[in-house]
Antibody, heavy 115, light 108 residues
Framework: QVQLVESGGGVVKPGGSLRLSCAAS????????MTWIRQAPGGELEWVSY????????YYADSVKGRFTISRDNAKNSLFLQMNSLRADDTAVYYC????????WGQGTLVTVSS | EIVMTQSPATLSVSPGERATLSCRAS??????LAWYQQKPGQAPRLLIY???TRATGIPARFSGSGSGTEFTLTISNLQSEDFAVYYC??????????FGQGTRLEIK
């Protein structure tokens, strides 16, 4: 059974940093693109970033480009999101997911950016 | 970027009745369209992918239709557990995948 378990969220001040992690199991992790999606408090769902199975191709939403870095460790079946220069509008629940429609969801990890 | 627009924002329907939710894409997404249900405090749950294919374990009262730019999610014989927020999502042109703003289905 596919499982995705996000962690690393918390409360951070504007301008701060956080590193999110996602532990994947139940499928051959390295075979899949992976993605981060976030959901703001009002409910809006927004794609954040993609990474290819090998990790050599990445994409970012314009809203996070230059501030967030996606990476993966296929040996550990793990996905990461390094978030720097955080802003209030980055406040959201962050989900790691297996594209392109999303059949397996974890519980997400809440990131709150507030002074 | 493909913009997804859902209507109505809120839909009030009585239990046992039928609900019809709409989703429009700003350009064709062929049949690369998914629907999700989200209840308070939970992650979204996949209902439909490929515009009309039900995901594993989804009851037959949920049905999807449409292609191109116009899509519909129909929920027949509404049950109490069906009252939730519903999102559509296109995955034809990525990045980015994009979501609609959601339709809240409430009890009339």
């Amino acid at each position: 059974q596919v499982q995705l378990v996000e962690s690393g969220g918390g409360v951070v001040k504007p301008g701060g940093s956080l590193r999110l992690s996602c532990a994947a199991s139940g499928f051959t992790f390295s075979d899949y693109y992976m993605t981060w999606i976030r959901q703001a408090p009002g409910g809006e769902l927004e794609w954040v970033s993609y990474i290819s199975g090998s990790g050599d191709t990445v994409y970012y939403a314009d809203s996070v480009k230059g501030r967030f870095t996606i990476s993966r460790d296929n040996a550990k079946n793990s996905l990461f999101l390094q978030m720097n220069s955080l802003r209030a509008d980055d406040t959201a629940v962050y989900y790691c997911l297996r594209p392109y429609y999303f059949d397996f969801w974890g519980q997400g990890t809440l990131v709150t950016v507030s002074s | 970027e493909i913009v997804m627009t859902q209507s109505p924002a809120t839909l009030s329907v009585s239990p046992g009745e039928r609900a019809t939710l709409s989703c429009r894409a700003s350009q064709s997404v062929r049949r690369s369209l998914a629907w999700y249900q989200q209840k308070p405090g939970q992650a979204p749950r996949l209902l439909i992918y490929g515009a009309f294919t039900r995901a594993t374990g989804i009851p037959a009262r949920f049905s999807g239709s449409g292609s191109g730019t116009e899509f519909t999610l129909t929920i027949s014989n509404l049950q109490s557990e069906d009252f939730a927020v519903y999102y559509c999502q296109q995955y034809e042109n990525w990045p980015p995948v994009t979501f609609g703003q959601g339709t809240r289905l409430e009890i009339k």
